[in-house]
Each structure stands twice: as structure tokens, then as C-alpha cells.
């Protein structure tokens, strides 16, 4: 009867990898257990004790606590980790990566690259199908093989990559510090096509492009407001958009004020300023659309036809795609018990808003009117946070990563 019950709760959850101790709401730590049997050939484990497998929702606060093997002897400091299936691969500011397995808490292996730590780079890594391809120092570039960290391929660039990586087909898209974008083939580390902007780079660790591919088109926003819109199959550009171009600029801040990730859909590319700021615009021509005075440095979530934002100032807005008509806005709280604190993400989840503050606090917003569903303090600050497959997986700085459904 236990069996059968197992099966049918985890034929509703599909896969989950939330484990909870015997005893009520207690975290369970899957680094104490070295028992991870494999139950209907799901891959999902139990402890010992063979404690059931539960859906942990991201409105509860009885939420796994993952340690990532040796983490904390790097001091925590990681540069960059992604997720395929049920292994993390994450490279620290030493230039160290490793392949790390979280349901049977096992390091797969490990390689290390050069890398310095510097304010200016930090390295980055992407997964390709079954390579890993990691970015060090002065443009050397890696593609690791999945299953055992050796090299497979390396390429210098010629400087260092200024943004994160985006996938098109089997190839990898980003910018150069200095401005030139670079296609390179994930599976072979050739180089497929190059783009130079026709403008001059004020260099600055400010000056950090953003790319997005949507069909075969890579859209690539830089600092200070210039637009491009490039084939992603051969590097050749449609078209280029100045969105600054009639604002006044009053510091070197706001010549480099283009920071946030672009978010687009079906009809528009959405920007966002620090200081200059929201741009709807036309996917087709580079035409601004819309312009609406909130600024931001992260991202924006679309849903139908609603922009949420979250501005500088911890304020979250609901706004109409089309108009900029403002549903609502919700002011977040940015004390807690003096300490201030920096809302830094914002991710759509569940048809919830989750915003995540630098002090470890986790807020649920209704998508509706703003109404806060759930407040968490999950103690530490948030490093990185992916989400893939439904789960939210967040990277935090006590070298704990922690996975809500």
C-alpha cells in the first residue's frame, strides 16, 4: 500500500528533489545520507528511513538545504553554475569547475582553468548539449566534456568576454570586452561569425553588453543604449537603434546605464535604464514603441500583456505592454531590523511573483494586484539564482544551494 501510494503521488509530481526529514517540516540535509535507492527508474531519492517524497511549494518554508561538496573551502566565491538534469556545474573565482551530482551528493570530477579574481572578470560557463564550455582569463575559452571535465577544445579570443553567453543551435553568442560579438560552436570551439559595432567602447566593467536570441535573430544591447539586431546564423546585421540617443547624459554612470538583461516576446523587445528609463520596442524595425519613466538594473518578467519591474528603488509596477497603463505598483520593504536591504531579482513563478532581496529574503507577489502572498528569510544572500524545469534553484552565500518547486 505504501509502494503503490509512493508511485501515484509521484506520478502527479513527476519529478522533485525536495526531501524532508521524517519528522514534520524539518530541512533535511541530503549530504547526511548516503543511501539514494532509485524509486520507479525516476531518480528520486530517499533516506534511509524511507521517508516520502513531498511537493515543497515556494509559499512553505521547509525547503531543502543542498551543500555543493568542498564549496566552502573556495570561501564561497563563485563565479558562474548551471544545471543539467540532476548535476550542477559551477566554476569558482579560482578557476576551479566542478561536475556535482545533488541526489547522490557525489562530485562527478573537477578541472581548473586560469583565473584570476578580478572586479572586472569573473568567468562564466554554459552547457551545450554534452560540452561545457568555460570562459577564463584573456579570451582562452574551454569545451569540457559532460561526463569527465576533460578538454576537449580550446580557442583564445583575444580578450576577455563581457556578457553572459547565449545559445543558438549548438553555437554560443557574446561580446568581447572592446565590443566585437563572437559566434563560436560549442561542440568544436570554431569561431562561426564576428560583429564589430560601428562605435567606440568606453571600456568600463560597466560596459556590459546583453544578448538574447528569439528565432535567428540576436538582439545586443550595450551600456550605453545602442541596440543591434544580428543574424544569428551568419553574424549579419538588420538593423541598429540608438535608444539614448536624445537623452542628456550627466555622468559616466549614465552613459553606462543599459545594464539590465533584455526581455522580449512575440511583439516587442523590452529595455530598461538605470537612469534613462523603460523602452518598449519593434522587433523589426528598432523603432521605440513606448517609453515609460521607470528605471532598473534587473530584469523584467512579461506575461500576456502585462511588464512587471522592479525599479531602483525596491518598487515593483505592473504595467500594460501596449500603453504603459499602470495596473499597480507595490513598494517593498527595504529595512529589516536596520539592516538595509537591496532587492536584486525578479522571476515568474507558478503564476506568482518572486522577488529575491541581497540579504536572503524571498517575497511572493500576487500577479493580480500586488498583495504579498508569502515572505521568507532564508538568512543568507542569494548568489545565483536558475530556474529550469518548474524549479527555482538558488545559489547562496553560505555555499548552500537551495531548490523550491
Known amino acids: 500500500m505504501f509502494v503503490n501510494n509512493v508511485f501515484k503521488f509521484v506520478n502527479i509530481l513527476f519529478i522533485t528533489i525536495f526531501i524532508t526529514a521524517c519528522a514534520g517540516n524539518e530541512s533535511f540535509d541530503i549530504t547526511k545520507d548516503t543511501g539514494v535507492p532509485n524509486i520507479n527508474g525516476l531518480g528520486i531519492p530517499v ?8 511537493n515543497v511549494d515556494l509559499e512553505k518554508v521547509d525547503f531543502i538545504k543542498l551543500k555543493l561538496g568542498d564549496i566552502n573551502k573556495f570561501d564561497t566565491k563563485i563565479a558562474e553554475f548551471d544545471i543539467l538534469n540532476e548535476t550542477v556545474f559551477y566554476l569558482n573565482t579560482s578557476g576551479e569547475i566542478y ?13 581548473k582553468i586560469e583565473l584570476s579574481e578580478s572586479p572586472l572578470f569573473r568567468g562564466y560557463l554554459k552547457i551545450v548539449d554534452k560540452v561545457v564550455t568555460v570562459f577564463g582569463n584573456n579570451g582562452i575559452t574551454y569545451g569540457l566534456d559532460i561526463k569527465n571535465g576533460n578538454v576537449l577544445w580550446e580557442i583564445d579570443l583575444g580578450n576577455n568576454i563581457n556578457s553572459k553567453p547565449s545559445v543558438y543551435l549548438n553555437n ?31 571600456t568600463s566593467y560597466l560596459e556590459v553588453a546583453k ?29 541598429s537603434s540608438k535608444l539614448a540617443n536624445n537623452l542628456s547624459f550627466d555622468s559616466v554612470v549614465d552613459k553606462s546605464s543599459f545594464i539590465s538583461p533584455i526581455t522580449i516576446d512575440n511583439e516587442n523587445i523590452y529595455v530598461i535604464s ?5 523602452y518598449s520596442i519593434n522587433p523589426k524595425t528598432g523603432f521605440v514603441k513606448m517609453r515609460k519613466n521607470i528605471s532598473s538594473e534587473v530584469n523584467t518578467v512579461v506575461t500576456g500583456d502585462i511588464i512587471f519591474i522592479l525599479d531602483v528603488n525596491s518598487k515593483v509596477w505592473a504595467i500594460d505592454k501596449n500603453d504603459g497603463f499602470v495596473y499597480w505598483t507595490m513598494q ?10 537591496t532587492w536584486n531579482n525578479i522571476i515568474l513563478h507558478n503564476g506568482k511573483l518572486v522577488l529575491f532581496s541581497s540579504t536572503g529574503k524571498i517575497q511572493l507577489l500576487s500577479i493580480d494586484n500586488g498583495n504579498t502572498i508569502a515572505l ?30
Not at 99 to 111: E, F
Not at 332 to 341: A, E, G, I, K, W
Not at 390 to 400: A, E, I, P, R, S
Request: aromatic share 12%; hydrophobic share 35%; glycine share 6%.
Open 47 to 54: 533516506n534511509k528511513l524511507g521517508c516520502s517524497i513531498r
Open 172 to 202: 554560443l553568442i557574446f561580446q568581447l570586452v572592446g565590443g566585437k560579438t563572437v559566434s563560436i560552436n560549442s561542440q568544436n570551439g570554431k569561431i562561426v561569425w564576428e560583429h564589430s559595432p560601428n562605435f567606440e567602447i568606453e
Open 332 to 341: 517593498l520593504q527595504r529595512s529589516y531590523n536596520s539592516v538595509q536591504t
Open 274 to 278: 538605470s537612469s534613462k528609463g523603460f
Open 99 to 111: 561536475s556535482y551530482n545533488i541526489l547522490y551528493n557525489k562530485k562527478m570530477w573537477q578541472n
Open 376 to 405: 521568507h528569510n532564508t538568512k543568507n544572500s542569494n548568489l545565483k539564482i536558475v530556474k529550469k524545469r518548474n524549479l527555482v534553484y538558488m545559489l547562496q552565500d553560505d555555499g548552500n544551494l537551495k531548490v523550491y518547486r
Open 211 to 239: 544578448v538574447i536570441i528569439d528565432k535567428n535573430i540576436a538582439y545586443i544591447l550595450y551600456a550605453n543604449g545602442n541596440l543591434f539586431a544580428i543574424n544569428a546564423s551568419n553574424g549579419k546585421q538588420h538593423w
